[in-house]
């Protein structure tokens, strides 16, 4: 099969139409409409085949990952999806694997309403990147900049899944099958939270997503904002998954450093408070209060029920 014959075949006979692509694939570039008012948003994130994903990762999660970051990082800006493009590298041109792939990217895409416009396709060692670009309003953008001393610190889901996740699928853990599966999916399909990012615009004062762990991201807001955080370790959300499968301390060692759980991280303002909850609510969002930015730059302070916090577990410092 030529490049052309897969295009054709697997990605642009599967692609729907947004009525704001004026060409889509097929030509030398794609060329779309901003709507007056809105910026775009630009994004691109690369998976590597054994260094982001296992080599064995089925190619329908490769597809699912590979948009949900990009839309993922859509998302922390509170921005809207509209396209995106694709750069394939494949070591051969297998129709099942490309089959299962493009259903699974389409069924995303679709579900997002965002179009696939074009990309490139070539041979080589398996790795997807994708550049997704959204709308924003042209006020106020939902930045990692924001955060002032007092606002509170929130993250929506829960934390450390697909960390737990991951151990599983390497056979480092071993849970009972319905967590299992459960926790293999918040790894390999994980859901980009589009909803609760634009619910945040001119709510939230900082956003970001939660992609290396939250030791790891929420250092990047307290240096864009230059503030620090205290953070209630016993106040993380858990899922009943990830506490059935591991114990109490690993699974705050989870929470904490975990990656690839996609979950956005947020600060507040005391006075946006009563906003933030009608618009969660509104939007049927679980977020959770995990504690509040302070003046002292770029310090984090860990507390367990009012103490300072000390991992028992080596996990922590494996994650950190
Ligand atoms: P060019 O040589 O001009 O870069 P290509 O032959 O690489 O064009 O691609 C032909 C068309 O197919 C272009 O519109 C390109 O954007 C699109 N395309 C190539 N690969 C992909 C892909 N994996 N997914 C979607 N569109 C693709
Ligand atoms: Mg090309």
Not at 46 to 71: C, Q, R, W, Y
Not at 267 to 294: P, Q, W
Request: hydrophobic content about 40%; glycine content about 8%.
């Amino acid at each position: 099969m030529k490049e052309f014959d897969i295009i054709e075949r697997f990605f642009n006979q599967k692609c729907h139409q947004r009525k704001d692509v004026i060409h889509g694939i097929g030509d030398d570039c794609a060329i779309t409409r901003v709507p007056e008012g809105l910026n775009l948003a630009i994004t691109t994130d690369t998976l590597i085949s054994g260094v982001h994903f296992p080599i064995d990762t089925p190619p329908e999660a490769i597809a699912h990952k590979a948009l949900a970051v990009n839309l993922s990082d859509l998302a922390a800006m509170g921005a809207e999806p509209a396209w995106y493009s694709l750069s394939l590298s494949l070591p051969e041109v297998d129709e099942n694997w490309l089959e299962a792939f493009s259903t699974s990217l389409f069924e995303l895409s679709r579900y997002y309403s965002i179009q696939l416009i074009g990309g490139d396709t070539v041979q080589g060692p398996l790795s997807v990147t994708i550049t997704a670009h959204g709308f924003v309003p042209n006020e106020s953008p939902l930045t990692r900049s924001g955060a002032k001393p007092g606002d509170m610190i929130y993250v929506s889901g829960t934390l450390g899944d697909a960390g737990v996740g991951l151990d599983i699928q390497k056979g480092k853990l071993i849970a009972s099958e319905h967590c299992v599966q459960y926790l293999i999916n918040r790894l390999y399909y994980p859901s980009p939270r589009l909803l609760a990012g634009t619910a945040l615009r001119r709510i939230a004062s900082s956003c970001i997503d939660l992609s290396d762990g939250l030791i790891r991201d929420i250092q990047h807001v307290l240096k864009a904002s230059e503030c620090g955080a205290r953070i209630q370790v016993d106040k993380l959300p858990l899922s009943v998954a990830l506490k059935e499968s591991v114990d109490v301390e690993d699974a705050y060692s989870y929470a904490l450093g975990a990656g690839d759980d996609y979950e956005l991280l947020f600060t507040v303002s005391e006075e946006n408070k009563g906003t933030l909850d009608i618009a969660l609510a509104n939007a049927n969002i679980s977020a959770t209060c995990i504690g509040h930015i302070t003046g002292i730059k770029q310090k984090l302070e860990l507390r367990f029920e009012d103490q300072p916090y000390q991992s028992l577990r080596s996990g922590f410092e494996h994650f950190s």
